[in-house]
């Protein structure tokens, strides 16, 4: 049995989900910021080398300048988030301009990738009034995180590793990157967490399967 958990209250009231309650080991994998030209490929292989599904939360202007990696995330059988169009600080939007870059990134995933998105994560997981209203009207659930791994701000592929390790539950929606300034220590992470959490016993699921959206 599943139940999704937002912020310790009600269903009428939640503004977002961040991880679901469930008497299995499933968890699932998020990848923030992308698509990226080189390291969602390098993701992607690694994913299918375990047969992990993941959820790919994604940044429009990015879909329309590397729809390849777009497309490949989507042939591999990955679900696919709407993450904003250009990104931006939310509390600088009011909701006229959340809702076009919500459209936006919306449009660019329908005309590029023939994908309409149902998951929204706002930027930095800021929920302002402005994201819940402009995440009802798009028929979108909003979707958070219970672990953070860090991976955006690390330059120690072992401290993202003993992150994870050491806090996660079943029921968690785990927050990656697959589009990070610096170099990235993610796929270095995966090849590690990957092996030892299906030993563990872990099931890696979409969030959409993880909250029984589908």
């Given at each position: 049995?599943?139940?999704?958990v ?5 269903a009428e ?6 991880s679901?309650?469930t ?13 990226h ?5 390098q993701?992607l292989?690694?994913l299918e080398?375990y ?6 939360f994604?940044?429009?202007k990015n879909?329309i ?19 904003t169009f ?9 909701e006229?301009?959340?809702s076009?870059?919500l459209g936006?990134?919306?449009?660019a ?7 309409r998105?149902?998951?929204f ?14 995440s ?8 958070l995180w ?5 991976d955006w ?10 992150t ?10 785990v ?9 990235s ?30």
């Amino acid at each position: 049995m599943i139940q999704s958990v937002a912020f310790g209250v009600s269903a009428e009231e939640q503004p977002g989900y961040r991880s679901a309650q469930t008497d299995s080991m499933q968890i699932a994998l998020t990848f923030d910021d992308g698509p990226h030209p080189r390291l969602t490929p390098q993701i992607l292989e690694i994913l299918e080398r375990y047969h992990v599904p993941a959820t790919f939360f994604m940044v429009g202007k990015n879909v329309i300048n590397y729809p390849d990696a777009a497309r490949a995330v989507l042939r591999a059988g990955h679900e696919i988030g709407n993450h904003t169009f250009s990104h931006y600080h939310m509390n600088i939007l009011n909701e006229e301009g959340l809702s076009d870059e919500l459209g936006r990134c919306e449009d660019a995933l329908e005309e590029l990738c023939e994908y309409r998105p149902h998951l929204f994560r706002p930027p930095e997981g800021a929920v302002t009034q402005y994201v819940r209203h402009c995440s009802d009207a798009g028929d979108y659930e909003l979707i958070l995180w219970s672990l953070d791994t860090r991976d955006w701000e690390s330059k120690n592929t072992d401290s993202i590793v003993r992150t994870v390790l050491s806090q996660i539950q079943p029921g968690d929606i785990v927050l990656m990157h697959d589009y990070i300034g610096v170099k990235s220590k993610t796929p270095e992470a995966l090849e590690i967490l990957l092996p030892e959490l299906l030993r563990r016993g872990y099931e890696f699921v979409t969030v959409s399967q993880l909250l029984g959206f589908q």
